[in-house]
């Protein structure tokens, strides 16, 4: 009797595997996660969707589905979303016209005193440093708003300051019992039908947006798809698995050992593409130049171990190759990056010339330690920065923080030697440099620039880059010399960003931060 | 009996005070700043000074310590997330049934699955069922719940396509977190259960009962099970407590939002205050856990019930004179 039981019990196994197989091959043939809507995996939640909670991984994932801002920005050139047009009156003062037929996924309609009362608010929570330099907004008329700034504006800022607050009605924002926070209305095509924090999101299409000429509507406003769910999954290695089981359509948190799983004869190719891009950060080292420093003023050091790390073997070992060696601290995105530095010598992988800067140096032998904000790119590329400087006899100490410590500790001169961080602007390299070396933003923590630079030179340069009068080929081209001649830190590698997607989304579109538009990517009949 | 549980809830007091007190100071000597991470990486320190004060963050440690205790204790309120707009208590109310389910469900598997594999176990010491349960009991203590978790998602949804992977909906969410959340509590279950079978199986009153003609049936469930109960009870409780901190990884996994997952979130947030009231919470429940497990007892065994009465009768004797 009981070799039946068990005979039955294997049979009834056995038989149980067969048919979960088949259904298994049956859901391959699916490319939606579900019919009437798109489903986005995002990795975190976004907490709190109010406008103007400041900025984290969950949020920017969701950003614009829920809201517009005064413009918007594709491939480095600024459009204008709620502004209609904007002239510079003079270095601190802008007027802003709006569209006049405005409203939001509401109904209500949105002036001037609409935006007002969105910068006024956004500045009242001091969430947002780059709101700053704003004096006051004030409105003209229904339809026209002027801004006026406590300084003269540099390069992009005033499209940064536009980027920055989103814009909701006064009326939506006061008749929202949480200030938002799980009801937002916008004025972007999505309203919000429900929202399981932690879990998912459900935006629809109102059908109704307020921008009824097509030809003014532009990536962060379109609206393609008529229903987009965002799972929150935070668990990376669940992104595969989500994608792989078609619960959800588009990910871009897949993890980069997973991505080969669905690529041409992958695991999971059938019904899956791979979209990648080029990630905007830019993974950098920045040496510590306190007094103190070994650093500090030993330029053959900081060359020879420039010169000990392969760039390429970095993107080769980390990326599978589908990043980029890069040349400064960015790359030809930027639209004023220089093609030309990508033909230079950048700090070229050379071992018997970091030996020689090393035998040069002063470095007497002692342990350098690595600081870095760790995660699983972090980890490997620090652990082979690791070991190409113990190839000229460095040895190197691994100093891993987690994100809160690490933008703490990047501060602290006595607690690393050198620092692998990434920086990423979406708008130019000279802002991109700015986050690294304008000592003006870091002069009463550092003394310096980030990295305790004390340099009146690369200032001056650094200033050129960023006065909208200095500003050109010229002063771009003699902070980027000036900044390999010193060798303070260098640019190392851009990483990609995978997206894996349905066949059926047949086109990816990202806002300025890499992010995934649901309502921008196109979609198969 | 009342009176001890009334005796028991007024301990809970100072146990949730010292809970409070510690994890606020680990939170307050922990490194990393709210004000900098709402602000981002760019914000000026002037920015960073004006968001810490109006947070609250510039005050030294015993002005906020004693006004978080003060807000808990005297006013029930556990402050309000830095980043969510919202109270800690809400989010906590919010998330607590997912907690509460994952939790309850693992703890029904424990004892409808561990214990009648320990009584089988014990049944049949050295013998095939025995080794059998006792591997699965090694196995279960042995292999960690995220790991079981991640290949559970494998073969179950990746492979045979039959569960969803992550999520929160109907039942069918629940099934793979349970079982992996469940799994080493089981073990710990059976491998409780089936030693203290053992040591009421040799009892003298056992063979008593066999000597009469009893059924083993009736034997195991009427004189050996009930004698056996309070070490098994006491594994319950604990499991209880492992599992609610259980479902802190289980729900990361799963990307289930309940009390586990917001509280990490904020810890990597530095959100203290739902940190803090997330610790308190589940604090509270473990302590409520525990008594109940103690007044389970004193049902469960009159000796027990007969001391905690026995106390009070002394007290009213001398009282008495």
């Excluded at chain 1, 995002?42 to 984290?56: L, Y």
């Excluded at chain 1, 990423?424 to 304008?438: A, E, M, R, Y």
């Excluded at chain 1, 003394?447 to 006065?467: I, R, S, Y």
């Amino acid at each position: 009797m009981k070799k039946k039981l068990v005979a039955l019990l294997t049979a009834g196994c056995l038989l149980g595997s067969i048919l979960g197989t088949s259904v298994s091959v049956s859901a391959a043939e699916y490319t939606r996660a579900n019919p009437e809507a798109v489903v986005v995996g995002v990795m975190a939640d976004p907490e709190n969707m109010g406008p103007w909670s400041g900025m984290s991984l969950g949020r920017i994932a969701v950003l614009f589905t829920t809201y517009e801002y005064m413009i918007t920005r594709e491939d480095g050139q600024a459009y204008g979303v709620l502004a209609k047009n904007w002239t510079e009156v003079d270095k601190q003062t802008y007027d802003v016209e709006l569209y006049d037929y405005i409203h939001d996924a509401a109904g209500n309609p949105l002036t001037a005193s609409d935006i007002v009362f969105s910068f006024e608010t956004a500045i009242a929570t001091k969430n947002y440093g780059k709101l700053s330099p704003v004096e006051s907004v004030t409105a003209v008329d229904d339809y026209n708003v002027q801004f006026k700034f406590n300084k003269e504006l540099e390069m992009g800022e005033f499209e940064n300051i536009m980027l920055e607050c989103a814009i909701v009605t006064q009326a939506a924002y006061e008749a929202s019992a949480d200030q938002m926070a799980t009801t937002p209305v916008g004025t972007t095509a999505y309203k919000v039908d429900s929202y399981v924090p932690g879990s998912e999101i459900v935006f629809t299409n109102t059908g109704d947006y307020w921008q009824t000429d097509e030809s003014l509507v532009h990536g962060t406003s379109l609206h393609n798809a008529d229903k987009i769910i965002f799972q929150i999954i935070t668990d990376p290695s669940q992104h595969t698995n989500a994608i792989s089981t078609h619960t959800v359509d588009i990910s871009n948190g897949v993890p980069a050992t997973d991505i080969d799983k669905f690529r041409e004869g992958g695991e999971f190719a059938e019904g899956n593409i791979v979209s990648a891009v080029l990630d905007n950060p830019t993974y950098d080292l920045e040496y510590n130049m306190s007094d103190a420093s070994v650093f500090q003023d030993d330029l053959n050091l900081r060359l020879a171990i420039a010169h000990a790390i392969d760039r390429e073997g970095i993107n080769l070992g980390v990326f599978n190759g589908e990043g980029m060696a890069v040349k400064d601290f960015g790359n030809s995105k930027y639209p004023d990056y220089n093609p030309e530095w990508d033909n230079e010598e950048y700090f070229d992988y050379d071992v018997d010339k970091a030996k020689e800067y090393l035998a040069q140096s002063n470095y007497d032998g002692s342990t350098l330690r690595l600081e870095y904000i760790t995660d699983s790119n972090m980890d490997m590329i620090a652990q082979l920065i690791q070991a190409y400087l113990g190839q000229i006899g460095v040895t190197v100490e691994l100093v891993p923080y987690d994100q809160m410590m690490g933008q703490q500790e990047q501060y602290n001169k006595d607690g690393f030697d050198i620092l692998l961080k990434t920086t990423g602007s979406t708008d130019f390299i000279v802002n991109q440099w700015k986050l690294c070396w304008d000592a003006r933003d870091y002069r009463d923590m550092t003394g310096g620039t980030a990295n305790f630079v004390v340099d009146e030179k690369l200032d001056e340069l650094m200033q050129a880059c960023l006065n909208t009068e200095t500003y050109g080929p010229e002063s771009i081209e003699a902070f980027h010399d000036y900044l390999m001649e010193q060798c303070y830190g260098y640019g190392v590698v851009q990483g990609p960003v995978n997206i894996v997607h349905s066949a059926y989304i047949t086109d990816v579109a990202l806002d300025m931060r890499n992010q995934i538009l649901p309502g921008g990517c196109t979609y198969a009949e | 009996m009342w009176k001890y549980v009334v005796k028991r809830l007024l301990w809970m007091i100072p146990v949730l005070l010292g809970i409070s007190v510690v994890i606020f100071t680990i939170m307050y000597f922990c490194p990393g700043d709210p004000a900098m991470a709402i602000l981002g990486n760019g914000a000026t320190p002037a920015a960073i000074e004006a968001k810490r004060i109006e947070m609250g963050l510039d005050q030294p440690y015993l002005v906020r310590l004693l006004s978080y205790l003060n807000q808990v204790f005297l006013h029930f309120d556990l402050g309000d997330s830095y980043f969510q707009n919202q109270s800690v208590l809400s989010g906590i109310l919010y998330r607590m049934p997912y907690t509460l389910i994952i939790a309850a469900l693992c703890m029904l598997l424990q004892i409808f699955i561990g214990t009648p594999l320990g009584i089988t176990a014990a049944t049949h010491q050295n013998g095939f069922a025995d080794r059998a349960c006792m591997i699965i009991a090694l196995a279960g203590v042995s292999i960690p719940g995220f790991w079981l978790a991640m290949m559970l998602v494998l073969f179950f949804s990746v492979k045979l396509g039959w569960l969803p992977p992550y999520g929160v909906g109907g039942i069918q969410y629940f099934i793979l977190p349970c079982i992996a959340n469940a799994f080493a509590g089981i073990a710990s279950q059976a491998r409780q259960t089936r030693s203290s079978m053992l040591e009421v199986i040799r009892s003298d009153y056992i063979v008593t009962a066999r000597a009469k003609g009893l059924s083993e049936r009736d034997i195991l469930y009427k004189h050996a099970l009930p004698n056996a109960l309070i070490p098994i009870i006491t594994v319950v409780g604990n499991g209880m407590g492992m599992m609610l901190g259980g479902t802190v990884v289980i729900e990361s996994v799963f990307s289930i939002p309940g009390i586990g997952m917001y509280t990490t979130n904020a810890i990597n947030n530095r959100d203290y205050p739902i940190v803090m009231g997330g610790v308190l919470f589940l604090g509270a429940v473990f302590s409520l856990i525990m008594l109940l497990v103690d007044i389970i007892y004193a049902y469960v065994d009159p000796r027990i019930k007969a001391q905690y009465e026995g106390q009070q009768k002394r007290k009213r004797r001398s009282k008495n004179g």
